[in-house]
């Protein structure tokens, strides 16, 4: 599996930003997608992950309320709708694949990981 993300950019606190990742492979609704995200400095972290069908989602608690992960499995795509940002949203987020079942969080979990995207909100 092949994944590219897209959609990052310069936004205000407070704006919304969509995030884009394609997937290649014809296997794709067999995957657990992931966003993960690191910030200058900081470690990567866990940010929201999709099941394979889209029914179940999950999201860290610092973004709770204000992200959502999203699917089309007709497209390869997964989406990551991100509302409210702050200036703390401030990182690369990549997009991953997991072959794992259930609900995945760590990265070492992930089999597949995107080459990023840089989200950067100003104060």
């Known amino acids: 599996v092949q994944l590219q993300a897209s959609g990052g950019g310069l936004v205000q606190a407070g704006d919304s930003l969509r995030l884009s990742c394609a997937a290649s492979g014809r296997t794709f609704s067999g995957y657990e997608m992931g966003w993960f995200r690191q910030a200058p400095g900081k470690e990567r972290e866990f940010v929201a992950t999709i099941s394979g069908s889209g029914g179940n989602t999950y999201y860290a608690d610092s973004v709770m309320g204000r992200f959502t992960i999203s699917r089309d499995n007709a497209k390869n795509m997964v989406y990551l709708q991100m509302n409210s940002l702050k200036p703390e949203d401030t990182a690369v987020y990549y997009c991953?694949?997991?072959?794992?079942?259930?609900?995945?969080?760590?990265?070492?979990?992930?089999?597949?990981w995107g080459q990023g995207t840089l989200v950067t909100v100003s104060s």
């Open positions: 991953a694949a997991s072959g794992t079942r259930g609900r995945a969080v760590r990265g070492r979990e992930y089999d597949y």
